[in-house]
């Protein structure tokens, strides 16, 4: 490969993608409303952050009560805890839960729906069209929810700009890989990151 010049090529591409994605692809969920009763902790507006992330407040409650592993009802728009929980594991929980029933796998998107196909549950994104089976995603995400320059991982293409640099989203990141076309999915290894953007070369066609 020549010597290509990784800022030059960022800066094309920050402008080539600059406009549109960001709003669509971070949801803006609102921060728990928590009072404490005694012992009991309620969230005031836990059906408001279900209608937000648009799933089931059933489903949210009781991955709830599985993480914090206590008993929880729901109550007209309020969630009861049967223990005080701060807000702060609350929080945690939640964005535990997109992480693994809302936010698209591959762009992050949370516009997706969950299907139920035989026995599995999948996680449809209607922004990209990728299809996973559910994972459960467990605390300790930090290696999850980074990326590392020189490190190879899977990406899909999911736009391809002007100049024909395509796009792909991973982890919150805008992977920018030159020489590619839409819907591939490749082995990248990661050369430069810039705050939410990284360039990748590909290592293989998957
Ligand atoms: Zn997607």
Same mark, same amino acid.
């Given at each position: 490969m020549s010597d290509f010049k990784y800022e030059d090529l960022l800066k094309k591409a920050e402008s080539a993608f600059s406009k549109g994605d960001k709003n669509k692809m971070r949801l803006q969920v609102p921060d728990p409303d928590v009072i404490y009763e005694g012992r009991v902790t309620i969230v005031r507006n836990f059906i408001d952050i279900a209608d937000m992330i648009n799933r089931d407040p059933k489903h949210v409650a009781k991955f709830l009560m599985k993480e914090l592993g206590i008993g929880v009802t729901i109550d007209s728009k309020r969630l009861l805890i049967n223990r005080k929980v701060s807000i702060d594991q609350i929080k945690d929980k939640i964005s535990q839960y997109m992480d693994s029933f809302?936010? *698209?796998?591959? *762009?992050?998107?949370?516009d997706t729906e969950i299907q139920r196909v035989g026995r599995v549950d999948l996680l449809v *994104?209607?922004? *990209?069209g990728a299809q996973h089976p559910i994972r459960l995603t467990r605390e300790s995400k930090s290696s999850e929810s980074s990326l590392e320059e020189g490190k190879d991982y899977t990406v899909t293409v999911t736009e391809v700009g002007k100049s024909g640099e395509g796009k792909a989203m991973f982890r919150g990141f805008r992977i920018i890989i030159p020489g590619v076309k839409i819907g591939q999915t490749l082995h990248v290894r990661i050369k430069k990151i810039m705050h939410d953007t990284a360039i990748a070369e590909v290592i293989k066609e998957k």
């Open positions: 809302v936010k *698209c796998y591959e *762009c992050q998107s949370p *994104c209607k922004a *990209c």
